[in-house]
């Protein structure tokens, strides 16, 4: 007998009933309004091409590497669940690796996950019943079903999603082909590109020189000489620029930044493109990449995204097999207050910069960004990423932020996804969370009502299209 | 229409109607206390002098960091805000520069200074309505007048603040003119001083060696000497006792102490007044200075603060155009368990001393400081601190410290400001927060509500008094 | 007129009546299941000989430093407290001692001893009066009492607790010779030893050389020679495992491993052994030897447990007269990212090895521990340890690890304490701070109720049982 599924309307809501009563009215102002996504990791092809899309496990399970990342801890290898290695996609049948996701979805209790799903389950496809063993068949046969009806498209969906706005990220030889068959289409959706020069910015990044080599082919710049290089950077900005992009991205293992004089900058780039540099070499280009990219923002308008701290492909074994990106990413302490010193020196106090810093070292928030933000005019603070994109993290991070930098130096949210389908489920935790926080400060009479119900529609709204200058 | 300003006499308890009531019968037995202030900032002139204040911008907005910083991370030069610069203070009229803070005041939604401020206009000035663009002329009006009145002097002031004792902070070369003052004019507040070394203590402060001289010639030590230099500060802490302090208190950018054999530390000395040092070598003569300091509590009594982990001046252009204190310190991580070793190694079973440890960097409540406070007989916790003296921080502080450290091992409220109007909503707002964790640890049956009663008091007022030996 | 001591049946459970109800039936599932004690520091010898306990001091005092860390750090002497120094036991007469602690049990206010201690005052002792100066005799008089009647034999309180298995925990030099006695004696209690060879591992330990002479002579093996050192290891495991152990522990001051070639280990140990080494390279012999025991596990299907972080001894006078664990441990921040990595490249995606992880730092639980938990098959969360194991402790490590980690790479709670009659009351602590953070999931609509009722049953009974391999 499968068990129900139900989302409750007052999920995530403080249990309190005054309390609950005012988040369930705060949340009433904001749970229609139009999803702002101005970071992410959608593809811009499914809306170019707006093909359906295959079955359960090639749409929800083997791309999503918070799922599959749970199931690997518990012991179930990769292969089994459909992650495509470096040899390709696995043998597994997609039946057969939704069995085995579905058998063991009790390991996502209590996680972010379960409530994304759970709501894409509930809201997205009609389904009434649980995830579970039994029911492995019967959600592998709905969501098929559903996905080869025109209402499960790309572009249907996102209009069904009610999406303002949805941000894609592309590397920097990409030729943003796919966004410009978008706008070409006639269709109105609103997809825009950010720029993420990280391959040709990271010396250390295991394609570095293919990527330079063909980032100078299509900028028709010398990418070998430091000028060059910063002019092939300009060029591609614009081009972004062009696929609507209104903000740049950085990946960096850490938040270092620095401020080396012209023929400094030039001799370290002349070692870094010759190959004959050590790790710390490295550590300062990409440091001094960040001022850059920060000078080239002042100049055209791009707000600038830091997103440090991760220790990436963590398990070399996995590397090796599958590559990047397979949940084997670990999160490390990260120093700000040292780090974006010299960028800040050089632009903090510059109004025409935003930069957007992000952290997975929750310890920062009370201790160094929020401080930070509460300061200097050119610095933000994203929302809580990754990790701790969840309801915990939301509520910590709004518990250790807003007393130092407010609610007016940080940006809304970010669902930062590839999983297109969660996009509404995760904005609307966040927009739940949010409100459960406001409910809490107007019951404890530490904010009027009225300003909670602003302040609520900045958080879910304002701040982001206003941030991304959108 | 203006909005009505409301203080919610439930304010910061929690929304629970059973946890709320016991919160309030906590509160009633501790918000009429007389408030004991053992650490703070104001001017010992305003009560030797007893002039009226001037009008609301050089009253609350431009001594007040934590207002003007918080507006210019919005982008508001410190100019328009009536903040004096190296230059002295701007041009801008005090009634424009209110405008501009009374215009983005939904800013501070949230934050504690909007809790403080809004109980002042209410409470001590008597305003009915809210903060904003439209009540800007209303409120500098308003203040402007009740500030003329023979009420609103700084001595009236205090006595209706009922406060029984409140220390300043003075650097080592101050002459006391105005604590002696208070005491010649027979009106009977106690105002005390703190002997704050740091000037003559950091060879890095930008002027060491200017007021090193002065030191040496108020106290006629030969201050370049090893010996003379402490029998110099031995002298100048038997002159604050004079002048009532019970306490010293030390703001070093880490919380290192050292031990040094008396020959290195002769050594050591005589490079720092050389001015050939370099900057680990400054570290070391703070550090020993704090061993040096403990010893000399000993012999004199005088209790111990510690107040590390300011990264100050993080703002160079800021620094450069403004000087120091004006919002652009920033917290950085702090060592406690092998930076206070050598000093705990000599001093830390010895229970003369009592030494008052403070954080910027709260991750270290539970791990170092709870652990070494509820271990060695010198070592007290000071409340949440700064960017922390905040609802959600001072709940951190006693859900992260109480249950290895206990309440005893901690030292009551410090409201550590210079904004003297503020001091009561302060005081206000940690005995609502201590009650209402009080109150949460009575209703989850962890602690009797008899033993909540008179440990209330003890958060509220006992604790203070006995820690600061007042 | 002594107050009364009442255990609420609620303690714990947050206020609001419908969570609070929630968790009340999640408890009363799990309230009477078996207590699983697999990790612990009781006495084996207690359950072989069967004696009576002495006095209330001896049995709940002199032991617990818990207890007398506090009163130490209020400025009580240990000696007064009945604490042995390295010259032996105090003159204290008993009740002396209890009485010093009686009159200051309000320092234990908030602490998770006071609700450990009421517990056993109030359940195992029937005493219906609160502990104060007032009732310190009567309460020295009827433990004394009680503990020289056969029901407060250990074997007694063993069964009256409900006890399924408890793991003590030997050194590698332990003849096991209790554990062999408790099974010769027909006693169908399931007492198990855990294999912690900390004095043989540690070349800074104060006896390495002395125990690892008689480690040799132990086994029969050349321990001086690397071969013959691991050996006697795996000879000694199969020892313990044959004392029923499933686990090892090992108490590191960090979690660093290394993955040496064996011509390098095995030049390092001969350093080791010769007593010509530098702290770094007895660091790097602790991190080669973790990821050695980490193959042994492997090979013998034993459990391995790592404790690191503690900064042993901390205060050099209170080591000197009174040796070590004596209170004056403090934690220290920990790194796992990068000191796990040699042993989880070697052995983390081998889910044969059953790593537990455990740490002093909070600040690692949503930055480093759950990601790698939720990560890599070999790896899973020990509860909240030491000052961490407390009601606030507790919830900090389900709202910092769940959403990453899930539930079910946690391995259920250590009481972890040599305090044996606390053993209940510590369970009790976790099921019901376990069951209040479901209850609260539950109350949000963030779990259905249903699962809730069955990770309850995980948490308090099956995780233990299943990841300890009971």
């Not at 170019?48 to 012991?75: C, F, I, K, T, W």
């Not at 949210?413 to 107007?442: E, G, K, M, Q």
Request: proline share 8%.
């Amino acid at each position: 007998m499968p068990r129900p599924l139900v989302l409750h309307p007052d999920r995530l809501f403080p249990a309190d009933p005054s309390v609950r009563s005012v988040a369930r009215s705060l949340y009433e102002q904001v749970r229609s309004l139009p999803l702002v996504s101005p970071h992410g990791h959608t593809d811009p092809n499914w809306f170019a091409n707006n093909e359906p899309y295959g079955n359960a496990v090639e749409l929800l399970l083997a791309p999503d590497h918070y799922l599959y990342r749970m199931l690997y801890s518990q012991g179930v290898p990769l292969d089994r669940l459909g992650v495509a290695s470096r040899a390709g996609p696995p043998a597994t049948e997609p039946r057969e690796a939704w069995r085995q996701f579905a058998s063991r979805y009790a390991l996502f209790r209590g996680t972010p996950s379960a409530l994304w799903l759970d709501q894409v389950f509930s809201e997205v496809f009609g389904i009434t019943v649980r995830l579970e063993a039994d029911t492995a068949d019967l959600y592998f046969d709905a969501i098929g079903a559903a996905l080869a009806t025109p209402a499960f498209r790309p572009r249907a969906l996102f209009e069904r999603f009610n999406i303002e706005v949805l941000a894609t990220t592309e590397g920097p030889t990409d030729r943003l082909e796919a966004h410009a068959a978008i706008r070409r289409s006639g269709w109105p959706g609103r997809v825009i590109s950010t720029y993420r020069p990280d391959p040709v910015i990271d010396p250390e990044h295991e394609r570095f020189r293919e990527v330079l080599g063909r980032f100078g082919e299509m900028t028709g710049e010398d990418v070998l000489s430091w000028r060059g290089y910063l002019q092939a950077h300009r060029r591609r900005r614009a081009d972004f620029a062009l696929a609507g992009a209104t903000a740049t991205d950085h990946g960096h293992p850490s938040a270092a930044t620095a401020d080396l004089s012209d023929s400094e900058a030039q001799s370290l780039f002349d070692k870094v493109v010759s190959g004959r540099f050590v790790p710390a070499e490295a550590e300062l280009f990409r440091a001094q990449m960040l001022t850059e990219m920060a000078r080239m923002s002042i100049e055209d308008g791009m707000v600038m995204q830091i997103h440090p701290g991760a220790f990436r492909n963590h398990n070399p074994a996995l590397f090796a097999s599958h590559g990047p990106d397979k949940g084997a990413d670990v999160p490390q302490p990260t120093d700000y207050v040292r780090a974006l010193k010299p960028l800040l020196d050089r632009f903090g106090n510059d109004a025409r910069l935003t930069l957007i810093v992000f952290t997975l070292d929750e310890s920062t928030y009370s201790r160094e960004l929020a401080p930070l933000a509460g300061h200097y005019p050119a610095l933000k603070l994203g929302p809580a990423w990754w990790f701790h994109d969840s309801p915990e993290g939301m509520r910590r991070f709004r518990e250790q932020t807003t007393e130092t930098a407010g609610f007016y130096n940080t940006v809304g949210f970010n669902d930062d996804t590839r999983a297109f389908l969660s996009i509404p489920a995760r904005h609307d935790v966040c927009r739940r969370v949010d409100c459960a926080f406001l409910a809490r400060l107007v019951s404890e009479h530490r904010m009027p009502e009225d300003e909670a119900y602003e302040t609520a529609v900045d958080l879910a709204y304002r701040l982001a299209k206003r941030a991304y200058r959108l």
